[in-house]
């Protein structure tokens, strides 16, 4: 994958934000009046830049040409390889992490956004498919239904009873056509429930000629409106199915009480016609997954007379499922991405933080028992007072005072804490194992 022309174009702005870090080499100031430009930089170039290697690229490179540096010109580069890093990470990098969080951000709430207009979209298109499933379908099969009561009509001339048989015939067809089209627009069931009960779903398909009979089994259920939508839509899909594929068959409905649940069983008799047709099985997948939605279990099969069974165990209690999926999850592991600089400047840290303590606490000499040192006191009187080691050879100082004849010096860190970054040391000068002289000096 290419860089994109904005990383190219922010880049140089990212490198001149951490690059003005090294003033803490090339200056020896820390860095402190260009934390604000540096951060000033830093910010947006999170804001606009994408490639999280090619920023990693820029604070390595910047921290190296430090380094490099202050092995050069400084007197005590861990030390202020130190400062260039405290103040690249917390002015550069730690601005960068920011504006790349925030547009992570910003990128999150669009497609947060852009999937509830989504998810919108595909619930309309799912009410829409089973608005046309349920209403149409039903009214389908009803027609269905009279053209196969027709056909068996003893009154009739055989034109009458085959026009009949082509107006049933045509109903099947549409309906399956009708299949094809819900399977385009999306099977899953809305969540609204119904406003005809099942009472009311049989009493209707009876007046249209389906001989069908309801019976309960115990009191009636307290259904959550879940529940009860997909009731209505087991016991209307069974319906049609037994309409359009057994005409002229005797269906019972039976619901009962179980246990604090319910069963839906819809069954019907063998069909009076050989030629009863088949279905696509869109139907009953929809139901099961209705049903299944609401915490029961559908099963449906043939029966041994021929016939053909649909029960739905549905539990009385259930509330409405809810998709609670996260649309950012793909920009989490990216927010953790972009915080890997300001990860690795921070180990960095800890990591010299280390060396520098060490530095100190076997070199460096405490203020207190500097200026407890008197001229005079012997070698051993002053060695109680010292760290377990010296800096070694005389390094470069600034304005070195003379050496007293035949003196031998060593040199130590001025102060023992973790914080004494600066480039004093202390001399202490020993003629025949006496102290003779101590200055504090500034390392070139």
């Not at 994408?50 to 921290?63: H, K, M």
């Not at 069974?238 to 069983?265: C, I, K, M, Y």
């Not at 990216?334 to 890997?340: C, V």
Request: aromatic share 6%.
């Amino acid at each position: 994958m290419g860089v994109r022309r904005a990383d190219l174009v922010w880049t140089p702005v990212l490198a001149l934000s951490a690059g003005l870090s090294l003033s803490a080499v090339l200056m020896f100031d820390g860095g402190g009046g260009l934390v604000v430009p540096m951060a000033v930089l830093g910010y947006p170039a999170g804001r606009r830049m994408t490639s999280v290697p090619l920023a990693l690229w820029v604070f390595g490179a910047v921290l190296s040409t430090g380094l490099a540096l202050t092995f050069q010109r400084s007197p005590d580069p861990f030390a202020v390889w130190l400062s260039v890093l405290f103040v690249e990470l917390s002015a550069s990098v730690l601005p960068w992490s920011v504006g790349r969080y925030r547009r992570l951000r910003a990128e999150q709430d669009e497609g947060e956004r852009a999937g509830v207009a989504e998810q919108a979209r595909l619930r309309e298109r799912e009410r829409i498919a089973q608005d046309v499933h349920d209403s149409i379908g039903h009214e389908l099969a009803l027609i269905a239904l009279h053209g196969g009561a027709l056909e068996l009509a003893a009154d009739l001339t055989d034109e009458q009873k085959r026009a009949a048989g082509e107006v049933r015939a045509g109903a099947v067809r549409a309906t399956h056509r009708l299949h094809d089209i819900v399977q385009v627009f999306g099977s899953a069931a809305s969540l609204r429930p119904v406003d005809e009960s099942v009472d009311d779903l049989v009493r209707r398909a009876s007046a249209a000629g389906l001989r069908v009979r309801l019976r309960y089994d115990g009191p009636a259920p307290a259904w959550s409106p879940m529940t009860r939508q997909a009731a209505h839509r087991v016991v209307q899909e069974s319906l049609t199915n037994a309409a359009r594929h057994a005409p002229g068959a005797p269906v019972t409905v039976t619901v009962a009480r179980r246990d604090g649940g319910t069963r839906v069983e819809v069954v019907n008799g063998p069909s009076a016609r050989s030629d009863g047709g088949t279905g696509t099985g869109q139907g009953l997948i929809g139901l099961d997954e209705r049903v299944r939605l609401t915490g029961g279990r559908l099963t449906a099969g043939p029966r041994p007379d021929g016939g053909w069974a649909v029960t739905a165990l549905l539990d009385d209690g259930t509330e409405p499922w809810r998709d609670t999926r996260s649309p950012s999850f793909d920009l989490r592991g990216r927010r953790w991405f972009a915080a890997l600089p300001l990860g690795i400047g921070l180990a960095l840290v800890v990591a010299l933080a280390v060396i520098q303590a060490l530095s100190v606490s076997r070199t460096g000499l405490a203020d207190d028992r500097y200026e407890d040192l008197r001229s005079g006191l012997s070698r051993a009187d002053v060695e109680r007072l010292l760290p377990p080691h010296d800096l070694g050879p005389a390094p470069r100082v600034i304005a070195a005072p003379p050496r007293p004849e035949g003196a031998s010096c060593v040199y130590y860190l001025a102060g023992d804490g973790l914080l004494d970054l600066g480039p004093d040391v202390y001399q202490l000068c020993f003629v025949d194992d006496v102290l003779v002289a101590k200055n504090r000096l500034e390392r070139s």
